[in-house]
């Protein structure tokens, strides 16, 4: 069984930066795709960052340019370094993965959130001006 654990949340101040990490348990390398998604106060879970297939990188139109999503195979942890925080960053943070290599389902649309199956608890991010 498959497990995610993200960590690197907390609480900071508008402009800061700050690194998420999840770190991916007994998946190996099969799943296709991994994102991370928030969920602001009164809001519907959104993308933030997803990489498919190790190499290609997608962002929502509001952190791009400030957010960066990494993923180290050998550590099996998935990153999201978040520079130039401001206050509408604050949220749960969550990670998840998605698709499966081994039988060819691939996640055509990283940022939709329909092909990810399995999702971490959340880490708070509170950012204050």
């Known amino acids: 069984q498959g497990q995610l654990v993200e960590s690197g949340g907390g609480s900071f101040q508008a402009g800061g930066s700050v690194t998420l990490s999840c770190v991916a348990s007994?998946?190996?390398?099969?799943?296709?795709?991994m994102g991370w998604f928030r969920q602001r106060p009164g809001k519907e879970r959104e993308a933030v960052a997803a990489?498919?297939?190790?190499?290609?990188?997608y962002y929502a139109t509001s952190v791009k340019g400030r957010f960066t999503i990494s993923k180290d195979n050998a550590k099996n942890t998935l990153s999201l370094q978040m520079n130039d925080l401001k206050p509408e960053d604050t949220a749960m943070y969550y990670c998840?993965?998605?698709?499966?290599?081994?039988?060819?389902?691939?996640?055509?649309?990283?940022?939709?959130?329909?092909?990810?199956?399995?999702w971490g608890q959340g880490t708070q991010v509170t950012v204050s001006s």
């Open positions: 998840a993965v998605g698709g499966n290599r081994r039988s060819g389902s691939l996640c055509y649309k990283p940022l939709i959130s329909s092909h990810y199956n399995h």
């Open positions: 007994n998946y190996g390398d099969s799943p296709h795709c």
């Open positions: 990489i498919a297939g190790d190499r290609d990188t």
